[in-house]
């Protein structure tokens, strides 16, 4: 079945390090990529989606760019601030599928100042 | 105003009862959908709802049932309760068109 992969469970970085969280997934066509953020006590929010090879997401400073050769759809940011403290989920829609969501398992990011 | 509204917030049943949790919507999508997200599993689809029919179902168990009586409405019955239900369950709307999800804040429930 469809999967997407999210090597870091963990991420800890000072206030305006680069990040760089990797999200690699496992569907056959062109599925859509979306990275979607969570904060404690709310429903994840949509940050940005691809739909095609070589299409970069952006969103608040944050980036993506779909790699169909590597499968991965890594999330990155060039400075981070404390507000970005959060869970971060990288997630695809099969193109088979009725926008059903599969997501990874969720990188944990804590910004210190 | 929140446009996916997710009633209760918090809610606390005993094992074996029947809980209906709520989910309304404003933004006038024909889709609408619920997720559960516990502390074993991230993020998981249950049901996909279009046009108020089932699109997809993806729980195993009978006990887990939608209910759409109303186009902006899609709640979720939850019958025979058991610990392992203990979870934070979201509704979100979005649809094939626009292929893009948004998410309630949730209703997290405790069973006992």
């Known amino acids: 079945g469809d999967s997407v992969t999210q090597t870091e469970g963990q991420v800890a970085l000072s206030e305006e390090d680069f990040l760089t969280i990797h999200c690699n997934y496992s569907?056959?066509?062109?599925?859509?990529l979306f990275w979607y953020v969570q904060y404690p006590g709310e429903g994840p929010q949509f940050l940005f989606r691809?739909?095609?090879?070589?299409e970069k997401g952006s969103s608040r400073g944050f980036e993506a760019t779909y790699n169909k050769e590597t499968t991965s759809f890594h999330l990155q940011k060039a400075s981070v601030q404390e507000s970005d403290s959060a869970v971060y989920y990288c997630?695809?829609?099969?193109?088979?599928?009725?926008?059903?969501?599969?997501f990874g398992q969720g990188t944990s990011l804590s910004v210190v100042p | 105003d929140p446009k996916i509204i997710q009633k209760p917030k918090y809610l606390v049943a005993v094992t074996g009862s029947e809980k209906i949790l709520i989910c309304e919507q404003y933004?006038?999508?024909?889709?609408m959908y619920w997720y559960r997200q516990s502390a074993k599993k991230p993020l998981e689809f249950m049901f996909s709802?279009?046009?108020?029919?089932?699109?997809d179902n993806q729980t195993a168990s009978s006990r887990f049932q939608p209910q759409s009586s109303k186009k902006n409405h899609l709640d979720l019955q939850i019958t025979a309760l058991k610990p392992d239900d203990s979870a934070t369950y979201f509704c979100?709307?979005?649809?094939?068109?626009?292929?893009?999800?948004?998410f309630g804040a949730g209703t997290r429930l405790s069973v006992l």
């Open positions: 569907a056959s066509g062109y599925p859509a």
């Open positions: 691809a739909s095609r090879d070589k």
């Open positions: 933004l006038g999508h024909n889709a």
């Open positions: 979100a709307i979005g649809g094939q068109s626009q292929n893009t999800l948004y």
């Open positions: 997630a695809l829609i099969a193109s088979s599928s009725f926008s059903k969501l599969v």
């Open positions: 709802y279009s046009y108020q029919k089932l699109m």
